[in-house]
Nanobody, 130 residues
């Protein structure tokens, strides 16, 4: 069974940056659309960004222009560079793998992405103080 392990969370002041990483245990990493999701306290989990190999990343509206998703297939690792952080970016951040190898990342708004992802990490906490 695939394992996804996030790291890089922490506490930062508003306007600061963090870089999250997600190490995936399977060598088939490159075949899958990967995504970052987050859950703020008292809210439902929402899509942040997705990326497939050799395709353009997709971002949720609230993070466009501030966050950058990337992947290193040679290291089986997914990244999320978060810049210009805001207090509303705080929450638990999850790495996730699409249910189907070779499938494209889901289209549409980030609110509809979650059902397409079947493997999840435990999450890494991000705190942003004002």
């Amino acid at each position: 069974q695939v394992q996804l392990v996030e790291s890089g969370g922490g506490s930062v002041q508003a306007g600061g940056s963090l870089r999250l990483s997600c190490l995936v245990s399977r060598d088939t990493f490159s075949d899958y659309c990967m995504g970052w999701f987050r859950r703020a306290p008292g809210k439902e989990r929402e899509g942040v960004a997705t990326i497939n190999t050799n395709t353009k990343p997709k971002y949720g509206d609230s993070v466009k222009g501030r966050f950058t998703i990337s992947r290193d297939n040679g290291k089986n690792t997914l990244y999320l560079q978060m810049d210009s952080l805001k207090p509303e970016d705080a929450g638990m951040y999850y790495c996730a793998r699409h249910v189907g190898g070779g499938s494209p990342c889901p289209g549409g708004k980030s609110s509809v992405w979650e059902p397409f992802f079947g493997d999840w990490g435990q999450g890494t906490q991000v705190t942003v103080s004002s």
